[in-house]
């Protein structure tokens, strides 16, 4: 696995995320430090959209070593571009960019959970 790669994944018994459902299948990606975190909706209205899926990784979110999760698949659809935070309050420059993860809609297989973590509710 390697950076950007966005991966389908499940949890070893026991779960270490009690916000997380331990029998469902969520969509990560891979960190720049190897690690594997879930990603969220970009937008919050994102998940009734048409066209590709745009999620960013879940700031301040869990994340995974490889070998103390299962990876089901690594999705060969889809890509990761930089994208500038749309938020003026805390971005009033543009100065700051989000990793963003465009996937096509039907790319992920039937089931597979976006784990909305809000951050305040996310465990580090």
Not at 24 to 49: F, I, K, N, P, S
Not at 54 to 82: H, K, P, S, Y
Request: some cysteine.
């Amino acid at each position: 696995l390697t950076f950007a790669d966005v991966v389908e994944f499940s949890f070893s018994n026991p779960n270490p995320n009690p916000n997380l459902d331990s029998g469902a299948t969520y969509v990560g990606a891979v960190t720049e430090l190897g690690t594997v975190q879930c990603l969220r909706w970009r937008a919050e209205d994102d998940d009734d959209a048409v066209g590709e899926l745009e999620l960013t990784f879940n700031e301040g979110a869990t994340q995974w070593d490889v070998a103390d999760i299962n990876i089901q698949r690594v999705l060969q659809e889809g890509w990761m571009e930089q994208r500038a935070v749309e938020d003026r309050v805390l971005n009033p420059h543009g100065e700051h960019a989000e990793d963003v993860f465009f996937i096509p809609r039907g790319a992920l297989s039937d089931g597979v959970v976006v784990a909305d973590l809000p951050v305040a509710d996310a465990p580090h």
